[in-house]
């Protein structure tokens, strides 16, 4: 995060005529969407995969609240936290139909409104256990 935020300032301070996204990520689910933007919860079941927003540093925070601006295309790469788990899908992301769920590591969320999307990683003895649905 701190090198998305170093990079911002040196893009303004270099006067560049283009901006890069504004992502505000927390572990916490109460934020709410800042003026003119959208906000992606971002669930990791049970923090069994490692998730990385934008390319940033992967994490296995349960959950992240991200701030960004409408129409955002979001990022989005898993893999499992560990050697006990394996990737399983996405919930949420621009990939997932609802009747077949995006089984691709690297997915993207279109941020048009609100949204939550969830990673799963199940465990490697029962790969085919499905986790369960994203909160709301």
């Known amino acids: 995060m701190k090198r998305i935020v170093a990079a911002m300032v040196l893009l303004v301070g270099c006067g560049s005529s283009t901006s890069a996204p504004n992502y505000n990520s927390t572990s916490t689910s109460t934020n ?6 959208v906000t992606l919860k971002l669930e990791n079941y049970l923090s069994w995969c490692s998730v990385s927003v934008n390319g940033a540093a992967a994490s296995t925070d349960a959950t ?4 960004v601006p409408q129409g955002t295309v979001v990022p989005l790469s898993a893999n499992p ?17 609802g009747a ?12 048009d409104k609100d949204k939550v999307v969830q990673a ?9 256990t499905p986790c369960p649905a994203p909160t709301p």
């Open 32 to 37: 709410t969407s800042t003026a003119g933007g």
């Open 64 to 67: 992240q609240t991200l701030n």
């Open 81 to 97: 936290a560990s050697n006990v788990f394996v990737w399983g899908y996405w919930v949420g992301t621009d990939g997932d139909t």
């Open 100 to 111: 077949s769920r995006d089984t691709g590591q690297e997915a993207a969320a279109t941020m």
């Open 120 to 128: 799963c990683c199940p465990f490697a003895s029962s790969p085919s």
